[in-house]
């Protein structure tokens, strides 16, 4: 029956928001229900067939031409624009849930995700969060992930933030379950509850942090002594047992030496009692330490977190004045008449600087935090005051880690400056001012940066504590006196453009910008000393020149030059080569490029990754669309160093920081195959057999190839952003290096290419495609961008070159030099693969290259065991064994048994560690120049195994080792520690030969994808030396009770029977394989290597 719709009424519905391609299920249902309201949502249920020939037709006619002009409204333009193709309002409503549907069912994984993510922010509101919570608990129930009630309490109760620690143990204790209204109700109610008492504690306490305190009270000259460190208005206080001895310290009766507040024997008489304020022994211009006998008519505060009370000078700044008649001793011990006393509250620089309030305030048990007026203020200002547990320094990490640092800063700048630890304050503040300015390790800028939005000068620093002369001020200048004033530098001063200085003629702190500093000399290479000072008040000067003194009164006891060793100690060697690398480095940002003395060579290398990628297409310039997130960029910048070790070019890449992308929303599969490095060493060997023609081709941008098929949108890369469109994004139309899934679509766009090129891929790795037409053979291997190109014949590798160009932007650089930081050299009669420049510059970096050199990498006498104490420079260690196992696994099978060894020790080395490194890095030294030398005879494969049985001394576990050779050297070996306990030398050699059994199948399958003449597989020869391990591979009738030595010993038999593998016996002394296993002696050593083929080469 037709419903018709009522077009004379206007409509009393909401207005729906236009569908933007976002959150479909919920435009879905609002434009449902808006079509149900018109009656026309039938038309999209049915065909204009069901009423063909009835009376109800037109009215049919009528109704959907309206349904359909609804939906194109209720879509925003650009999707009106791809929609208005389409006839009827039913085909509009199944297309738009064809194409979406399947994009909301994406967001399903997104939003259980951000689910279990959920935590409520202690900072924030509750109640607010308890609705954002609810909103996503719905989106769910609109996919169809329906969630009961319960679990739902139940996960805001668990995720409510620690504060709450004792409502969360409440609900928990409940008998009675607790419904999602009931929890809700609950919490409302502690929330005002939390509210209400924070305002009665405002209440009840005085805000005192920051503020001049009012202490009215009666002087009792009888009172107790007020502790050290604090100042207190004289008042009644509870007596106590008094000492009735005399101090040792003082001399004085009535007090322990214990108890007595002067220092041993170095102070005068002092007031025992009336008000006493905190002693000031240095003079600062900072917030924490200040000079109340030199100030003069000052503005500043100076705070002083053990005093409660403070002095002001100006009682306009005062509010509750009552007028006493006390008096308080100031740091050069006279008293001072108190006239009034008061409240002055100070404004915090946070505050007014940032446009930031504080919201919550941490720290330790300290007394100067803990009192009642203190915590009032917190309250009264909306503060949250938290502390630490007791003893536990790591729980204020950030602040104690601060500590130590500036600590550890102004220590090593008072030694090197020999200046009086009196000084402490002038080089902390300078130390933290360094730190301000410096990189920070978890962020891209410097502190100061992050606080002033523009990058810090370094022009106004110095090192500190070196001399300088200060030119003398015209008003204080004498004709015929000095013109300048040799000083001491302190700093840069925290008010003004000028540097503090301590001027050693009259031990005086100035302020001045007119001075020459020799920052390579200090107070000991000078023989010059500080004399004593005064507590004499320095005259302001009048004139405009910023100069400003003022005297330090220091303690002549703590002057005295300090004492340091005169032992000589050896200096650390890096090479000869080490300052070079140093100062050569690579540089880490678009600016420090800039500012290098290679501007021009790193500017241009950018600019041809920019032409690169505006040729290649890889974005448009679009404006930022609501609610979209943008990816950051950067430029990395290095140099492409030649075999030699000399630059060959600089390389600029710009990459995006990927590390900020979402798994399911940003990206999805990842994953990208490369070549194994035994897959290079076999193509060369079998060059050295076929003759075969090898050269290396670089793809530029590889990864700017790929088709993205997400939307991504990323900010313009630094020194390119387009004038007038600063506020403008990048929309990546290519993949672009940084991204996540960037490698993955440049294999997949390379693979299908050379696919169409006739190549096939190797089952057995899928980064080698091979060519055969016309009884000649094109091979390329595949290593992200960089790639082999090997031909029957020169015309072979010229026509694959030439198809390669046509379809990506490739560089030529023709016979193979390096490939992955190895050598390659091409003899008369071999091909050599070696990492000879890449050793020595290891052993420059270390400082081997003066050491004595060794013959061999282990010592066999030694047995290494974990380290039970505190680790010896475990990051130095684990460095080096990276390194090492680089050298290993690309090039030096004679050293893989030794890097195993000690890469097990990396989390916790031991000096016995230490000192096997040593002997490796010795024996580098002395080998160098080894290379594994492919002579292309014997034109066959061949295998050894063996184990070394119970080799660790901790866990009794087995060492298996095998290597293959061919053409002459070796392509594939594995030094491994055996994951299970053999219980037996024939259990452990049978693991190790199924290892190498395994190995010798995949390296046939690979080389029989490749139609060679020269070099025909049949089986491999496997050559063990352990007579029961071969008997048991020929005995059907073995039965084990270890079921994975029953599977090892099938599989095994499985390879000698199809004739994969053929077991040969061979003496121990003659397996080459030992070596892998097993430290050796030097015949052994210089044998094995040999058979590996190793062999020495001229560099």
């Not at 206007?10 to 976002?22: G, I, Q, R, W």
């Not at 109704?63 to 509009?92: G, H, M, P, Q, V």
């Not at 594994?932 to 061949?942: A, D, K, Q, S, T």
């Amino acid at each position: 029956m037709m419903k018709g719709n009522n077009f004379s009424s206007p409509v009393p519905m909401t207005k729906l928001e236009k569908f933007t391609a976002t959150e479909f299920n919920d435009w879905k249902l609002n434009t449902q229900f808006g079509m149900k309201y018109l009656n026309v949502f039938y038309t999209v249920q049915s065909d204009r067939a069901t009423v063909m020939g009835t009376e109800e037709e037109t009215q049919w006619i009528a109704d959907e031409d309206f349904c359909r002009d609804y939906l194109l409204n209720c879509l925003s333009s650009s999707l009106a624009k791809t929609y208005i193709k389409l006839k009827t309002a039913k085909e509009i409503w199944e297309a738009l849930e064809e194409h979406f549907r399947q994009e909301e069912d994406l967001s399903k994984a997104h939003l259980v995700d951000k689910f279990h993510s959920f935590m409520f922010d202690e900072e924030k509101a509750i109640l607010p969060q308890v609705s954002d919570f609810e909103a996503l608990v719905d989106s769910l129930h609109s996919e169809n992930i329906t969630l009961p009630d319960s679990f739902v309490a139940g996960t805001i109760i668990f995720k409510l933030p620690s504060t709450w620690y004792n409502f969360k143990t409440e609900m928990y204790r409940k008998k009675m379950q607790v419904g999602l209204n009931d929890l809700k109700r609950f919490i409302r109610i502690e929330d005002e509850n939390r509210t209400r008492h924070a305002l009665e504690t405002v209440s009840k306490q005085k805000a005192a942090a920051n503020m001049v305190l009012s202490s009215k009270r009666v002087p009792n000259p009888k009172r107790t002594r007020p502790s050290h460190g604090s100042s207190q208005v004289a008042g009644p206080s509870k007596r106590t047992k008094k000492f009735k001895g005399k101090c040792f310290n003082c001399n004085k009766w009535g007090h322990s030496a214990s108890d007595c507040r002067l220092p041993k024997r170095e102070r005068t008489k002092a007031p025992q009692d009336g008000n006493q304020a905190n002693m000031i022994s240095q003079a600062e211009s900072s917030d924490f330490v200040g000079m109340v006998g030199n100030a003069k008519a000052s503005t500043e505060w100076y705070l002083d977190s053990g005093a409660t009370c403070h002095v002001c000078n100006n009682a306009d700044l005062m509010t509750g004045l009552t007028a006493v008649k006390e008096s308080v001793t100031v740091a050069n011990g006279e008293t001072a008449d108190v006239l009034k006393v008061g409240n002055a509250t100070l404004l915090l620089s946070s505050e007014n600087q940032l446009d930031m309030r504080i919201k919550r305030f941490r720290s330790d048990r300290g007394g100067e935090y803990m009192s009642s007026e203190f915590r009032g203020f917190l309250a009264s200002q909306g503060i949250i005051a938290e502390t630490t547990a007791p003893y536990s320094p790591q729980s204020n990490g950030i602040a104690e880690r601060k500590n130590r640092t500036l600590t550890e800063m102004l220590n090593s700048m008072l030694l090197t400056a020999s200046m009086p630890t009196v000084y402490w304050g002038e080089a902390v503040l300078t130390a933290n001012n360094i730190l301000n300015k410096v990189p920070h390790a978890k962020l891209d800028v410097t502190p100061y940066e992050l606080w002033f939005k523009r990058p810090p000068s370094l022009t106004r620093l110095k090192t500190w504590g070196c001399i300088a002369y200060v030119r003398v001020s015209d008003p204080r200048r004498s004709k015929l006196g000095p013109r300048t004033n040799t000083c001491v530098y302190l700093g840069c001063a925290e008010d003004s453009a000028a540097d503090r200085f301590l001027d050693l003629s009259n031990n005086i702190i100035i302020e001045s910008r007119d001075a020459v500093f020799f920052e390579d000399k200090f107070l000991k290479d000078k023989n010059l000393t500080i004399p004593g000072m005064q507590a004499t008040i320095t005259e302001e000067d009048p004139e405009s020149v910023p100069s400003t003194s003022y005297s330090v009164p220091v303690d002549s006891s703590v002057l005295e030059s300090r004492r340091t060793s005169v032992r000589e100690r050896t200096p650390r060697t890096f090479g000869s080569d080490f300052v070079t690398y140093h100062v050569e480095a690579d540089p880490s940002t678009y600016k420090d490029a800039m500012r290098s003395r290679d501007s021009l060579l790193w500017k241009e290398a950018i600019d041809e990754e920019m032409n690169s990628l505006l040729q290649n297409n890889t974005w448009t310039l679009v404006d930022k669309p609501r609610g979209a997130k943008t990816i950051v960029c950067k430029w990395v910048l290095k140099k492409k160093l030649n075999p030699d070790g000399s630059v060959a070019k600089y390389k600029a890449r710009l990459v995006a920081k990927g590390f900020t992308q979402i798994s399911g929303v940003d990206y999805f599969d990842v994953y990208s195959p490369v070549c194994h490095l035994a897959t290079i060493r076999i193509l060369l060997a079998i060059a050295s057999i076929e003759n075969f023609i090898v050269h290396q081709m670089d793809v530029k941008t590889a990864f700017l190839n790929g088709d993205l098929t997400e939307e991504i949108y990323m900010s313009q890369p630094e020194g390119f952003i387009v004038d007038g469109h600063e506020n403008k994004v990048c929309k990546l139309i290519k993949s672009i290096y940084g991204l996540k899934q960037a490698p993955k679509l440049w294999h997949e766009k390379f693979d299908y290419s050379v696919r169409n090129m006739g190549f096939m891929s190797s089952l057995s790795d899928k980064c080698l495609y091979i060519r055969h037409r016309s009884n000649k053979v094109a091979i390329i291997c595949l290593y992200v961008d960089d790639m082999l190109i090997l031909g029957s014949d020169q015309s072979v590798v010229d026509d694959v070159k030439s198809e390669l160009m046509k379809e990506f932007s490739i560089k030529d650089l023709g016979v193979a030099e390096t490939i992955l930081g190895m050598q390659v050299s091409f003899g008369k009669n071999d091909i050599s693969l070696s990492q000879s420049h890449y050793i020595k510059s290891m052993l420059d970096t270390w400082g081997y290259s003066e050491r004595r050199a060794v013959e061999t990498p282990y010592d066999y006498n030694n047995r290494l065991k974990p380290n039970d104490g505190a680790a010896i420079r475990q990051s130095d260690y684990a460095k080096l064994i990276g390194s090492l196992m680089y050298v290993m696994v690309c090039t030096r099978p004679d050293i893989a048994f030794t890097v195993g060894m000690l890469s097990r020790f990396t989390s916790n080395p031991s000096q016995d560690h230490w000192d096997a490194l040593d002997r490796l890095m010795r024996y580098l030294k002395h080998t160098q120049t080894y290379a594994l030398c492919y002579y292309g005879h014997p034109p066959v494969l061949e295998g050894y195994s063996d184990a070394s049985w119970c080799s660790e001394l901790n866990d009794s576990k087995s060492t298996s080792g095998f290597i293959f050779t061919l053409g002459g050297a070796a392509v594939a070996w594995k030094s491994k520690r055996q994951s299970c306990i053999a219980l037996s030398s024939m259990e452990s050699e049978l693991y190790a030969l199924a290892s190498a059994g395994e190995e010798a199948e995949w390296i046939r399958d690979l080389v029989m994808d490749i139609p060679l003449s020269s070099l025909k597989l049949s089986s491999v020869a496997v050559y063990c030396d352990n007579q029961a391990t071969k008997t048991i591979d020929t005995n059907t009738l073995f039965n084990s009770k270890r079921r994975q030595l029953r599977m090892k010993q099938a599989w095994l038999t499985s390879l000698t029977s199809q004739g994969i593998v053929n077991l040969v016996d061979v003496r121990s002394k003659d397996n080459v394989a030992d070596a892998l296993t097993k430290g050796l002696n030097r015949v052994l050593t210089i044998k094995t290597s040999g058979e590996m083929g190793l062999k020495f080469i001229e560099i």
